[in-house]
């Protein structure tokens, strides 16, 4: 069991930036790929980013490549999401997931993933 603790979130302004956090409590943190998504009440959740387990593989979802950047920090079992010059259509709950066995673009699917966090909200204002 795996839990995930999600942090960071708040309310910014349209070309802002923030950054958030999720620790893993595992010790095996380098055996899960990991991710974010973001969902909007009435919406589906939406991939954003995904990671691999030593870090060297990435993935974005296109309305947020060349904006947002993942990365992890195995000595601290943390993930992070760096979000640069954000939009009002980013506002969402964004939660961290933790998956194993499933590899390739199937990890853009919420089904590769067997953990969740419980979320952080960001709002972006216009």
């Known amino acids: 069991q795996v839990e995930l603790v999600e942090s960071g979130g708040g309310l910014v302004q349209a070309g802002d930036s923030l950054r958030l956090s999720c620790v893993a409590s595992?010790?095996?943190?380098?055996?899960?790929?990991m991710a974010w998504f973001r969902q909007v009440p009435g919406k589906e959740r939406e991939f954003v980013a995904t990671?691999?387990?030593?870090?060297?593989?990435?993935q974005y979802a296109d309305s947020v490549n060349g904006r947002f950047t993942i990365s992890r920090d195995s000595a601290k079992s943390t993930m992070y999401l760096q979000m640069n010059s954000l939009k009002f259509e980013d506002t969402a709950g964004y939660y961290c997931?933790?998956?194993?066995?499933?590899?390739?673009?199937?990890?853009?699917?919420?089904?590769?993933?067997?953990?969740w966090g419980q979320g952080t909200q960001v709002t972006v204002s216009s």
């Open positions: 997931a933790a998956g194993a066995g499933y590899g390739g673009n199937r990890r853009t699917y919420d089904y590769a993933y067997a953990y």
């Open positions: 990671i691999s387990g030593g870090g060297g593989m990435t």
């Open positions: 595992t010790d095996h943190f380098s055996s899960y790929y």
